[in-house]
């Protein structure tokens, strides 16, 4: 297992995966814990997770996602929505407009290095139809869809993108 350095380091978006080899249910429940560990503003964790593991259901969350068809051939979608409603009754109008919102994202993102610690790899899209995606999901009326998470063992080798040097993006003061 790698460090946690190591894991930020070595995380890629990865769009082509061994569609024979299934997420193990142990691995996808440590993500799932690791998601749910995540901070949340008043730890209220604002937000649902929907797991997607049948393939008619991708297949759909692809075409609503900008016919991103590696959707389809993940073994596994997770989908983070925020829930304003449940962070407002707390924390008001901020809490609404900010507060779950970040909820989800922290959320998807501890789930992203989760992911990246159990050796498999992840994609995070966020180009899709929202109203789409909340049809083919059944989504609750005051959930909003905020990130894809597809999830699998990876089939490519991705490179190291391109970063930003640290000076073009820290002020010091």
Known sequence: MWDFFETVRHRRSIRKYQTDTPVEAEKLNAVLETACAAPSAGDIQAYHITVVHNEQIRKKLAEAASRQQFLSEAPVVLIFSAEPVRSAARFGERGA??????????????????????????????????????????LEADQIPLSLLSVGYPAEVAELSPRRHLDEIISWR
């Open 97 to 138: 407009k900010i507060y779950a919102l970040q909820d989800a994202t922290i959320a998807a993102a501890y789930a992203q290095l989760a992911v990246a610690a159990a050796g498999m790899t992840s994609t995070w899209v966020g180009d899709f139809n929202e109203q789409q995606v909340r049809e083919i999901l059944g």
